[in-house]
């Protein structure tokens, strides 16, 4: 099994920053891919971005295009720690965002997709 535990999220002016981290314990994987996703109220869950990882190196990451050049995706594997970096931050970005892993190397953008969730962190952007 995988533990995933989101934090940094809160309330934050339009046009602001928040950092979210994800920490994973537990389970490891040569390979894995891990994401972000969100969840307004009343919405589907919805991808956000996904950063690959093998033991070697990591993949080019990729985003939503409602959040290209505003987030980005990083993560330190010594610290099995994930981030996402919010910059310019919209009221329609307001959500709570869950961390997500799956074993292997993917594109994956929908929820199905992955196998591990944390709890997620609300992040709310006021006008």
């Known amino acids: 099994q995988v533990q995933l535990t989101e934090s940094g999220g809160g309330l934050v002016q339009a046009g602001g920053s928040v950092r979210l981290s994800c920490s994973a314990s537990g389970r490891t994987f040569s390979r894995s891919t891990m994401a972000w996703f969100r969840q307004a109220p009343g919405k589907e869950r919805e991808f956000v971005a996904a950063?690959?990882?093998?033991?070697?190196?990591?993949?080019?990451?990729y985003y939503a295009d409602s959040v290209k050049g505003r987030f980005t995706i990083s993560g330190d594997n010594e610290k099995n720690t994930l981030y996402l970096q919010m910059n310019n931050l919209l009221p329609e970005d307001t959500a709570i965002y869950f961390c997500t892993a799956r074993e292997g190397l993917s594109r994956a953008t929908t929820p199905g997709q992955y196998d591990y969730w944390g709890q997620g962190t609300q992040v709310t952007v006021s006008s």
């Open positions: 950063r690959v990882r093998s033991a070697f190196s990591s993949g080019t990451p």
